[in-house]
């Protein structure tokens, strides 16, 4: 099968609607984040679980997309993570794949897995682009590695390690529950159905 | 006058080419240009009342990124002579030198996309990309989660009010806030995952799968390429100049 046939298999109708569903809770979900004042991005929770329930490709359509609307509505440099947001749909995708959200040690694995992957991608954005300082309270860690000695992609580096693994680990662990508490007659209605039910 | 997307889009890479490429003293004067065109001139004015507050927003970033950026850097990257000393902290020359080129690179690119998209319906460009091949599943995800993002601020907030009256604990201690999160999310996807459902039904009913021709999206616009191929033109100069100076040094 061609990547074109593969993509095409997972855009089939009724991932299209879902899909969309992912991109507007990427964009959303930092309203419930804010109104409940929990200390975490959980931006990537919509490509993660269209990753897990229809496929890698959706996903990586899903945290594209996301980006690009996150940038068309105010927010120009989320445009800039678009390698990262590729990473974390397919990696989730693969990881959904070989039955890694069949349970929840192996989630808190993969989570941890990608959230190192996601601070390998993210750095040199971040430290080319931004000089390190994405204006957020991740910035703070920054600073202290580099008043450390390291420099500015190390130090970014560094802080990648130290939050995005939380964070990744916390939106697996989300996704892993929403997932098991939805009804077995939704579930199966999408591709990736055999991915999360044994 | 007029410009097309593809006029706009060449104006955003000329805007990328000098951000990458010209030092930072050059790129200034690019960003009030910028400013300027986006107040004055049609083809750049923001279309939506909501496209005009991203600028207001952008600008309150803008000016704390430079703060932020130049401050910071002035301290931390000491290298160079101190170029002026605020109380005891010493700033040097190097880091912001650095801290500014940063800046300005990062505000320059940004505000291109800013402008550029503050200036163009989203369902415009959706559509100009699938004029150019773009499958027509992607220019429906565009258009339906544009859909979803008017619905989900306003449900998120009936499903918060919902679960705040049932008890759901949203001001207690962090570990509770966070079981409330896992409260207010479980409903908002699981009507929207219906909501999907039953959206992608319809569509494959409506034989969506099998229409997959794009010929009724090629109506480009009647424009002339005038604009294109300056922007264009002007970027590949500034390449090349760019280019020489490199080998020459």
């Known amino acids: 099968m061609t990547l074109r046939e593969k993509v095409r298999t997972e855009l089939s109708g009724s991932a299209i609607p879902f899909i969309a569903f992912g991109i507007a809770l990427n964009l959303t979900v930092g309203q419930i984040t804010i109104a409940l004042k929990i200390p975490l991005y959980l931006d990537s929770i919509g490509t993660i679980l269209v990753a897990v329930l229809v496929g890698p490709y959706a996903g990586i359509i899903t945290g594209s997309f996301a980006n690009l609307m996150a940038a068309a509505f105010g927010n120009p440099t989320m445009m800039f993570f678009i390698p990262v947001v590729i990473v974390i749909g397919a990696f989730t995708g693969f990881l959904a794949n070989i039955g890694w959200f069949k349970r929840w040690y192996l989630c808190v694995l993969g989570g941890i897995l990608q959230g190192i992957l996601a601070a390998i991608v993210s750095a040199p954005i971040s430290s080319y682009l931004f000089g390190g300082t994405m204006m957020a309270g991740t910035d703070a860690l920054v600073y202290f590695f580099r008043a450390m000695g390291n420099n500015i992609l190390t130090s970014v580096f560094y802080q990648g390690l130290t939050s995005d693994p939380v964070d990744k680990t916390v939106s697996y662990l989300i996704v892993f529950f929403l997932v098991k508490n939805l009804p077995l007659r939704l579930v199966s209605k999408f591709k990736g159905a055999s991915n999360v039910v044994s | ?249």
Not at chain 2, 103 to 132: E, G, M, P, W
Not at chain 2, 209 to 224: A, Y
Not at chain 2, 236 to 248: A, C, E, F, G, Y
Request: aromatic share 14%.
């Open chain 2, 1 to 249: 006058m007029r410009l097309a997307i593809p006029d706009k889009l060449s104006f955003v890479l000329l805007a990328w080419t000098c951000a990458f490429l010209l030092p930072w003293q050059f790129n200034i004067p690019f960003i009030v240009l910028l400013v300027l065109l986006a107040f004055t001139f049609n083809p750049f004015k923001p279309v939506t009342a909501s496209a005009r507050t991203y600028f207001s927003r952008f600008t309150i970033y803008a000016i704390l990124l430079v703060f932020v950026l130049v401050g910071v850097n002035g301290l931390l990257l000491r290298e160079g002579p101190v170029r002026f000393r605020f109380i005891v902290l010493d700033f040097y020359d190097a880091g912001l030198t650095y801290g500014l080129t940063v800046s300005v690179r990062l505000i320059l690119l940004s505000l291109s996309v800013l402008v550029f998209f503050a200036s163009t319906h989203f369902q415009d460009f959706a559509k100009y990309l699938q004029s150019l091949g773009l499958p027509r599943s992607f220019v429906s995800i565009i258009l339906l989660s544009m859909f979803f993002l008017e619905q989900l601020p306003h449900r998120i907030t009936q499903v918060f009010t919902a679960q705040e009256a049932r008890g759901a604990p949203v001001r207690a201690g962090i570990v509770a806030r966070s079981r409330a999160f896992f409260l207010i999310l479980s409903p908002l996807v699981l009507s929207s995952i219906v909501e999907s459902v039953e959206r992608g039904v319809a569509l494959e009913l409506r034989g969506y799968h099998l229409l997959r021709t794009n010929k009724d999206i090629r109506q480009d616009q009647p424009t002339s390429r005038v604009w294109r191929f300056a922007f264009l033109t002007l970027s590949s100069i500034i390449i090349i100049l760019s280019v020489i100076h490199w080998l020459s040094n």
